[in-house]
């Protein structure tokens, strides 16, 4: 059974860091663009950031470049988000998610948040003082 299991969220001051891990079972990463997805309160869910199967393939929403960072280690079925110098707009549930590669999937995961087909239960992310 296909399965997602994020971990890393919490609590942080402005300024500070967190590191997201995203534990994938049940299928072969290595077939999928992998994304972060963002539910912050009163927005709709929007990707913050898309890896797909090469290092080229790098999507982050505006407001994370430069702050942000996704990679992803298909030999342990790993996807993880380093988020440094958080600031109180972060806030949310993230989600790690996955679109089939083929047939656009990178496009996809960026611009359309309904595209993946297996999703995690998601992780709080708190930054506040």
């Known amino acids: 059974q296909e399965r997602l299991v994020e971990s890393g969220g919490g609590l942080v001051q402005p300024g500070g860091s967190l590191r997201l891990s995203c534990a994938a079972s049940?299928?072969?990463?290595?077939?999928?663009?992998m994304g972060w997805f963002r539910q912050a309160p009163g927005k709709e869910r929007e990707a913050v950031a898309c890896i797909g199967d090469t290092d080229n393939h790098l999507y982050y929403i505006h407001s994370v470049k430069g702050r942000f960072t996704t990679s992803r280690d298909n030999s342990e079925n790993m996807v993880y988000l380093q988020m440094n110098d958080l600031i109180p707009e972060d806030t949310g549930i993230y989600y790690c998610?996955?679109?089939?590669?083929?047939?656009?999937?990178?496009?996809?995961?960026?611009?359309?948040?309904?595209?993946?087909?297996?999703w995690g239960q998601g992780t709080q992310v708190n930054v506040s003082a």
């Open positions: 998610a996955a679109v089939p590669l083929l047939n656009g999937g990178f496009r996809l995961c960026i611009l359309n948040p309904n595209s993946p087909i297996f």
């Open positions: 049940g299928f072969t990463l290595e077939h999928y663009v």
